[in-house]
């Protein structure tokens, strides 16, 4: 029987969790899990900065591997999957130079008008098809331009690409994580030289990228003696809402929505979608398998339902807050895609500033998850105003799949057929590329009646 590993990191934790194929299903099992998130640090240009600790995440990740080892299940293959955006450069010695920024960090602010100034917004979006954010990589890379960073740099790599890196020593630049950088080329799925030219970034540190299913490499010998096998490391879908998609249970065209720290709504397409009303719509085109698109928008999410219970001092889990919420129904409203929410000092003043009074706990809560879900009305709208399609079906996928109240209201806000789960669907979808990579899985078609074989869907 073979075994086989997804690692999945997320913003606030991650997770190991081995799989094997029975009986035409695939039984999963978590055997390890450890707690991330950003913190304030001195980074490379000496001021404080929003930072992630890769090493400490690389601890981490020996750590669970070493955990399938004392389980007696030792994978055959591993693959690593994170949030897009962020990166590693790495110096003439393949060291890590600086550490590694976070998304959330305000490094941006004035590295945005840089660059719309030398390549205008409209001429990024339509070579590349992504939206607007602040956190896009090309925007960060500016930043390490101006302060020096860049210039030491070798090699660039996105984060899951890095950790690949250390557990094998090779290095491969994989599609769909790649794509969100806002950097590659729509027609051409490869880097754009013109922007990169444009920006003064150097081309030599973009590889060629790498399709989901393709082998790194083998652990190397130091990271065997420390876990105490040898496996290979296969691609999966690295960008996490990529292999999230690909597990999803999806018929034909129908839309998505991966519920998480973000929200991520959106469908799969054959091509691209890099049209002025799909810019002006907030849509991006992120890849997928195949240089297949994700037309998608990114939603602030449960991100700011985090973010308050933090503040009540982890005091009350999820289900307690979305019960308090159906308890405490009120109409405000507030647009969730407000810049204001990204990144807070305080997620509940921020809340209550746009509502105009004070909030009780169940009343914050409701005020988040119902406009959440008016947020998804507005978005599947303009997903079928740009695509020129009507959907019946809406696919919840991810931890939000089990917020039932966050569900009800997104089936009376939209009208549509909602459909939930799988809930780890991240995971779910890194270990199919996996199976379909090592030739045990034909294809995502047969991976996907494998996961309604084998976890909750339910309808609403």
Not at 159 to 177: A, M
Not at 224 to 247: C, E, M, N, Q, R
Not at 298 to 325: C, P, S, T
């Amino acid at each position: 029987m073979r075994y086989y590993l997804a690692i999945d990191i997320g913003a606030s934790s991650g997770r190991h969790i081995l799989a094997h194929l029975e009986n035409g299903k695939m039984i999963t099992e978590e055997i390890y899990r450890f707690q991330n998130g950003p913190k304030m640090r001195t980074a490379y240009d000496g001021k404080e900065h929003l930072t992630w600790d890769p090493e400490a995440l690389f601890a981490e990740i020996l750590n669970g591997l070493k955990k399938a080892k004392e389980a007696g299940k030792t994978p055959y293959s591993v693959g690593i999957d994170t949030w897009g955006v962020d990166y590693v450069l790495l110096d003439e010695d393949d060291k890590a130079i600086g550490g590694v920024y976070c998304y959330r960090d305000a490094r941006t602010e004035e590295t945005i008008p840089a660059v719309h100034k030398i390549i205008p917004f409209e001429t990024l979006y339509e070579k590349t098809g992504i939206q607007f954010a602040s956190y896009n990589t090309v925007y960060q890379l500016l930043h390490d331009k101006i302060t020096g960073r860049l210039a030491k740099a070798k090699t660039f790599l996105m984060l899951p690409d890095y950790f690949h890196f250390r557990l094998t020593g090779v290095k491969k630049q994989e599609y769909t994580n790649a794509t969100t950088t806002g950097m590659v080329n729509v027609n051409t799925h490869s880097w754009d030289e013109g922007i990169l030219g444009a920006l003064g970034y150097n081309k030599e540190l973009f590889g060629d990228l790498s399709q989901p299913g393709m082998e790194v490499g083998e652990f190397s010998d130091e990271v065997a003696g420390f876990v105490g096998y040898k496996a290979k490391v296969v691609l999966p879908a690295t960008h996490d809402t990529a292999s999230a998609v690909l597990a999803a249970p999806l018929s034909g065209q129908t839309p998505y929505l991966s519920s998480g720290t973000w929200s991520i709504l959106g469908v799969e397409r054959n091509k691209a979608f890099n049209s002025a009303a799909a810019r002006e719509a907030g849509y991006s085109n992120e890849g997928s398998i195949h240089y297949g698109v994700r037309l998608q928008i990114n939603i602030m999410g449960l991100w700011m339902i985090q973010q308050v219970r933090h503040e009540y001092g982890d005091k009350y889990d999820f289900a307690q807050l979305a019960e308090m919420a159906k308890a405490n129904p009120i109409e405000d409203e507030i647009n969730v895609n407000d810049q204001k929410f990204l990144a807070p000092e305080s997620m509940i003043d921020a809340i209550e500033e746009s509502v105009g009074r004070k909030l009780s706990v169940g009343e914050t809560a409701y005020v988040i998850y119902n406009n959440l879900a008016r947020f998804y009305k507005q978005a599947l709208s303009a997903l079928e105003g740009v695509t020129g399609e009507t959907y019946e079906t809406l696919n919840i996928i991810g931890g939000g799949s089990k917020n039932n109240l966050l569900n009800e209201l997104t089936a009376r806000y939209t009208g549509k057929k909602i459909v939930t789960g799988p809930a780890e669907g991240t995971a779910i979808g890194n270990l199919m590329l996996q199976m379909v990579g090592c030739g045990e899985i034909a294809d995502v078609k047969a991976g996907r009646e494998i996961v309604k074989r084998s976890f909750d869907i339910t309808e609403l």
